[in-house]
């Protein structure tokens, strides 16, 4: 039925008469029933649950939106329950050593962003945001089931071991290969879930309404704020029980939260917006690369007008309602011959119904152009990745060396430390949109403030701070473990989490923003999966730069910069490395940024 529902919305023009009163749609004016149509009913192509138009008052908004919002915090909740301390099981339940542990956390934590592109896929190709959302949070649940049962009646042997003083004994093959099953089973559901949400909840709020419009780039804002504050339990409570040993406790607590999420999202199903999948999108870019070789030998026009595309009324029929045409953009000129008419295409009358793998319309050409252009700009997004991952691994290693006790018998688990990161989060995305926004507003003549590109730029740069006070941090930590003043006291890390939290809002909200406005209709949850994927490809980068400095300066696991036993080696090196190739690549992303060219929609 919701793959029914999803394809099968009738657009406005074979809506609106049915919808209208009678008073007004047997008489007023057309201009006067246009008004109300406008005002009552969606204009971007979205329907309700039935497939037809969605009126405004009972669909969408702030309602769904928030649905969406507490679904996001409760999922969150459930995933870091598992992701934030899992080196520290792999460590103290699986036995693994420190450099190890720090390698398949970020292999996993790389392979959940992976999944984001199946996920994507699937939704914007044949499922729809809706149906993939459900389909994947399911497999989460499953995933967190498996693995709350497989660690309470296999991994957590003798009784009472896993915290700092009790390792538990050694594994059978079956035990970890169901452990891995099913931490791979979690990846799989919050990989596919992920970027389809923060776009589904994008969906309830029709961008060519002014009031609507704002709402939806706020709702970003308030996603990313909803992600961090619903790990913040996991990095507060379920951190201290888990470093306790009370891991099962730890992991039900995840699986009841994930399926409460679940509940909640299926809840708000008849209030949701949906829109109908576009089809294939790797079959588009194929039909535009092969058109474009089929007439490489044509000499191209001067200018664009003469390309190929379809008028209003065929465009509406052979796309999704509401989808809307991108003007013709210089760059990658040799992909517009895909668009070049000529006589051996023989159009027929009816132009929407033509040979794709001959003919594209300049829309279709531009959709390839938008992803090629993106590129670039991701692609310097994956080193700030490589500098946010540590704060799973590497941070919560230094945290476990410092002095954990802060009063009397009081300790911080050291992956609760990461609160601080969340509570700057908070803290910055409530200074960012309430008071440097507008000012900047003010100040530019521009009411976005700081563009999208400029705010991943200042995230880059606070990236770099945050490196350089890690390596600082533990410069001192090293100095003082090596004496007779005893470790440091693990609130020296405050300064370097509070920095990565800043960093995130201007990086990671903005990417988010960035790669949505400039995706093409038919690649929402692509654009979405690419801030994902290259969180991915930074834990992947992570641990081939942690094995590569490893294999550089140490010949085993008790020597070079990251030892099993921290206070011999010099990880403050590595972050003063990280900082460098950060660097490095804020001078690279410059120059992207500064040649990057915005798409050009139609009417916008």
Request: proline share 3%.
């Amino acid at each position: 039925m919701l793959g029914e529902m999803e394809q099968g919305g009738e657009g406005h023009d074979g809506k609106t008469a049915a919808a209208l009163p009678a008073h007004i749609g047997g008489g007023g004016g057309e201009e006067f029933q246009q008004e109300y149509f406008c005002n009552k009913y969606t204009a971007d192509g979205s329907v309700d649950i039935s497939g037809h138009v969605a009126v405004k008052a009972c669909t969408g908004g702030w309602v769904a939106g928030s649905l969406i919002l507490v679904n996001q915090g409760l999922a969150t909740l459930a995933f870091f329950g598992v992701g934030v301390n899992l080196v520290l099981f792999l460590t103290r339940v699986v036995g693994q050593n420190n450099a190890d542990a720090a390698n398949n956390v970020s292999k996993w934590t790389g392979t959940v962003y992976i999944f984001s592109l199946v996920g994507a896929f699937l939704s914007d190709s044949y499922w729809g945001r809706y149906k993939t959302c459900a389909v994947f949070q399911l497999i989460f649940v499953m995933g967190l089931i498996m693995l709350s049962l497989t660690s309470q009646l296999l991994m957590l042997r003798p009784s009472g071991c896993g915290d700092a003083q009790n390792p538990c004994e050694s594994h059978s093959g079956l035990e970890m290969g169901l452990f891995s099953l099913s931490i791979y089973l979690v990846a799989l559901g919050n990989g596919g879930y992920q970027p389809n949400i923060a776009t589904f909840g994008a969906d309830q709020f029709e961008e060519g309404d002014p009031r609507e419009s704002h709402s939806k780039i706020s709702f970003f804002s308030y996603f990313y704020l909803a992600l961090n504050l619903g790990s913040l339990f996991s990095n507060t409570f379920l951190s201290y029980f888990e470093d306790e040993g009370m891991w099962a406790l730890g992991f039900w607590i995840s699986s009841g939260s994930a399926l409460s999420a679940l509940v909640l999202f299926l809840c708000g199903t008849q209030r949701y917006r949906y829109f109908r999948p576009c089809g294939n999108p790797l079959s588009r870019v194929c039909q535009v690369i092969v058109a474009a070789f089929r007439k490489w030998k044509f000499e191209m026009p001067t200018s664009g007008d003469d390309l190929y595309e379809m008028d209003g009324k065929e465009f509406k029929s052979a796309t999704n309602e509401g989808s809307k045409k991108i003007l013709h953009s210089d760059g990658f000129r040799f992909l517009d011959r895909a668009a070049l008419v000529t006589p051996s295409d023989d159009l027929p009358v009816d132009t929407a119904i033509h040979n794709p793998w001959r003919i594209c319309t300049v829309t279709q050409v531009e959709e390839v152009k938008c992803v090629l252009r993106l590129l670039p700009i991701w692609l310097c997004t994956i080193l700030y990745s490589v500098v946010f991952t540590q704060m799973a691994s590497l941070f919560v290693e230094q945290g476990a060396a410092m002095n954990t006790v802060i009063t009397g018998s009081f300790r911080i688990p050291p992956a609760s430390m990461s609160a601080f990161d969340i509570l700057s989060v908070s803290i910055f995305i409530f200074f960012y949109r309430r008071l440097l926004q507008p000012l900047i507003a003010t100040l530019r003549r521009d009411p976005r403030g700081l563009t999208e590109l400029h705010r991943m730029g200042l995230g880059l740069i606070i990236a770099i701070a945050a490196m350089v006070a890690a390596g600082i941090v533990e410069h001192f930590r090293l100095k003082s473990a090596r004496t007779a003043a005893g470790s440091l006291n693990i609130l020296w890390q405050v300064p370097q989490y509070m920095l990565i939290g800043a960093s995130e809002v201007f990086m990671y909200v903005g990417q988010l923003e960035f790669f949505n406005e400039q995706a093409p209709d038919g690649l929402k949850s692509f654009g979405s999966a690419l801030c994902m994927t290259s969180i991915s490809l930074g834990n992947y980068v992570s641990d081939l730069l942690v094995t590569a400095v490893m294999q550089i300066t140490g010949k085993d696991d008790r020597t070079g910069w990251i030892p099993a036993n921290l206070n011999r080696g010099h990880m403050d090196r590595f972050y003063f490395l990280l900082a460098a190739l950060t660097g490095a690549d804020l001078v690279l992303y410059v120059v992207c940024a500064r040649c990057y060219k915005c798409i050009k929609i139609e009417g916008r």
